[in-house]
Nanobody, 115 residues
Framework: QVQLVESGGGLVQPGGSLRLSCAAS????????MGWYRQAPGKERELVAT???????NYADSVKGRCTISRDNAKDTVDLQMNNLKPEDTAVYYC?????????WGRGTQVTVSS
């Protein structure tokens, strides 16, 4: 089992940047895929970005070129750097860990993009 705790959310103006961080309660070295998802009000949860244990990343089309996911197996953290934020990026952002058998979620951190 692994607990995930997100941090770094907040209120930012359009065009601004935020860096989200996810801290795991145990080593993530063996976790197949770590990722970030988001859920806006009235919408389903959607993928933002994932990164495998081998460092291969995948991004939603809506954030390509604006977001970078990174993984630090020594610190057991997964970060999401978000640049050029848009109002449509407003959502609760959730950290995700996908093992061979189980899926784990954090409680989320709110990101609000507004002037």
């Amino acid at each position: 089992q692994v607990q995930l705790v997100e941090s770094g959310g907040g209120l930012v103006q359009p065009g601004g940047s935020l860096r989200l961080s996810c801290a795991a309660s145990r080593s993530i070295f063996s976790i197949n895929t770590m990722g970030w998802y988001r859920q806006a009000p009235g919408k389903e949860r959607e993928l933002v970005a994932t990164i495998t244990s081998g460092g291969i990343s995948n991004y939603a089309d809506s954030v390509k070129g604006r977001c970078t996911i990174s993984r630090d197996n020594a610190k057991d953290t997964v970060d999401l750097q978000m640049n050029n934020l848009k109002p449509e990026d407003t959502a609760v952002y959730y950290c995700n860990a996908q093992t061979r058998l189980f899926t784990y979620w954090g409680r989320g951190t709110q990101v609000t993009v507004s002037s």
